[in-house]
């Protein structure tokens, strides 16, 4: 079964650090990995993607993720952190085998705390 | 603008009582989705859509309906069968199922039993 971890619930960062938010998956087949984020009350907005190529891959608000095939890991990264980067982030597997083809497995959510 | 309307934002229930969920897209996209968000379990997947008058069941189907009639719209009915339908709902729709397509939010809707 094709499936996303996320191992911490939480991550606390100052403003200015770089952050990381973890994500590992296991998939049968090419992986189809995504990122999202969600601000409170509010819908899930996409960040980026892993489709095939590079494996360090850009997206939206200086995001940046690094796709890791031996350690099955999609983590997200930005080099300085800022407070409104505040939110609750979500991994994604694109289901390519499942009876729902084409659907979003999702990890639990990791909520990112950025101090000032 | 381009986007996934979601209505009512706010949605309250009284037991026994069927609501439906409203969304319409104008992104001229041909897969549509339903998410159900509890909090600490992440998004699972109710129904989806990938064409003009068919829809699947996903993973926690049951105490749901769907209807797929026109391309733009895609409403979710809870109906009385569900026992615990307190909960954040999002619609979402793709261009195709192909897995490479990235799948777009509204910006849901809170349903509360009363």
């Known amino acids: 079964a094709q499936s996303v971890a996320q191992p911490e619930d939480q991550v606390n960062v100052a403003e200015g650090n770089p952050l990381t938010v973890k994500c590992t998956y296991s998939v049968s087949g090419n992986p189809y990995l995504f990122w999202y984020v969600q601000y409170p009350n509010r819908g899930l907005q996409f960040l980026l993607k892993?489709?095939?190529?590079?494996?360090l891959v850009k997206g939206s608000y200086g995001f940046e993720a690094e796709f890791n095939k031996s350690q099955t890991s999609f983590h997200l990264k930005k080099p300085s952190a800022l407070v409104s980067d505040s939110a609750l982030y979500f991994c994604a597997v694109r289901d390519n085998y499942g009876g729902s083809q084409g659907n979003l497995i999702f990890g639990k959510g990791t909520k990112l705390s950025v101090k000032p | 603008d381009g986007g996934i309307t979601q209505s009512p934002k706010y949605l309250f229930r009284k037991e026994g009582q069927n609501v439906t969920l409203s969304c319409e897209q104008n992104?001229?996209?041909?897969?549509m989705y339903w998410y159900r968000q509890d909090p600490g379990q992440g998004l699972r997947l109710i129904y989806y859509s990938q064409i003009v008058n068919d829809f699947q069941k996903g993973d926690i189907a049951e105490g749901y309906s769907v209807s797929r009639e026109k391309k733009e719209s895609f409403p979710l009915t809870v109906t009385s069968a569900q026992k615990n339908p307190t909960a954040f709902y999002l619609c979402?729709?793709?261009?195709?199922?192909?897995?490479?397509?990235?799948?777009?939010f509204g910006e849901g809707s809170w349903l509360t039993v009363v």
């Open positions: 979402a729709s793709s261009s195709s199922s192909g897995v490479g397509n990235t799948i777009y």
């Open positions: 892993y489709i095939t190529g590079d494996n």
């Open positions: 992104l001229n996209h041909d897969a």
